[in-house]
């Protein structure tokens, strides 16, 4: 029986840091289903355009495979979903961006959907 997986975005920059880790990661994976939120997907290409991050963010870009599903998270959370698990990540810090912890928040919003 396959299973089901998800990679987040600093997975996939790990993997994006070193062949060996993606290797062990694609191992362990193996034939599951893959499934990447829409969100670490755009938070990737925002990286592949920042000079400081560019070159990992289009590696792990490139590490993702085409038969991995993307997920449309506004299908099941709404922004304040988001927004709100995004004020609990950061625990009373000031926000750097509007884009901090977003995948983390988004991944958290979902899974209080379940």
Do not use: C
Request: charged content about 25%.
């Amino acid at each position: 029986m396959r299973g089901f997986g998800s990679l987040d975005t600093s997975s996939l920059l790990s993997m994006a840091v070193d062949k060996d880790i993606e290797a062990a990661v694609s191992d362990e994976i193996g034939t599951d289903h893959v499934v990447i939120i829409d969100i670490v997907q755009d938070e990737l290409t925002r990286r592949a355009a920042v000079p400081e991050a560019a070159g990992l963010a289009k590696i792990a870009i490139s590490s993702i495979k085409p038969h991995w599903s993307v997920m449309d998270t506004a299908r099941y959370v709404t922004l304040e979903d988001v927004q709100l698990a995004q004020e609990g990540v950061a625990d009373g810090r000031i926000l750097t961006d509007n884009w901090q912890h977003w995948a983390e928040s988004t991944i958290i919003a979902l899974a209080r959907r379940v």
